[in-house]
């Protein structure tokens, strides 16, 4: 599993802590690790719930939850947003520009019912690239990975140049 909070950063690192716990619960008492949809749905509850009382502050974060589903098999990837909801994607953004992310996900998506990891890669940095168009410096991504062949959640550092020098490939660099 794993976890991204756009927003307030201490609400974020807040939130981040309780699903810890939370999935750490849920496999102890289980023996199995807690399902990217059980996660997304627990995110949903606690923030849905501070909505209702006068006393709490709403969670000022939105929330994405990536994961291996250990039951199907496959991949998942929900938003949470600060209201409680819980929405189920192919492919997302959340923060500023997220519809003009979104819009050419939606169009890159058109058709392809699955892609390689080299091909969602390629279309995530597109979809930055699209986005941060007017901007003429790099910049340096993290992208948060989980393949179906190594399940563990890591995250893959990138820096994006906006005008290649020949040779130079649109994405430079790799890390753990």
């Not at 953004?93 to 969602?120: D, W």
Request: some cysteine; charged content about 25%.
């Amino acid at each position: 599993l794993g976890m991204l909070a756009t927003g307030m950063p201490a609400d974020g690192r807040a939130l981040a802590q309780q699903a810890r716990n939370e999935a750490a619960g849920f496999r102890y008492k289980w023996g199995y690790e807690m399902p990217p949809k059980m996660l997304a749905q627990w995110l949903g509850d606690r923030a849905q719930v501070r909505t209702q009382h006068a006393g709490m502050r709403p969670y000022r974060v939105v929330a994405t939850v990536v994961g291996i589903d250990e039951e199907k098999g496959t991949p998942e990837l929900f938003t949470c947003d600060p209201a409680g909801q819980v929405l189920g994607h192919k492919a997302t953004s959340v923060g500023l520009k997220e519809q003009e992310a979104i819009e050419f996900l939606e169009e890159a998506m058109a058709g392809n019912s699955s892609l390689s990891f080299q091909e969602t890669m390629e279309m995530a940095v597109s979809a930055l690239r699209h986005v941060l168009e007017n901007n003429n410096q790099g910049h340096d991504i993290e992208v948060g990975v989980v393949r179906k062949n190594y399940p563990a959640f890591r995250t893959v550092w990138r820096r994006i140049y906006k005008s290649p020098v020949a040779g130079q490939n649109i994405l430079d660099g790799e890390g753990q």
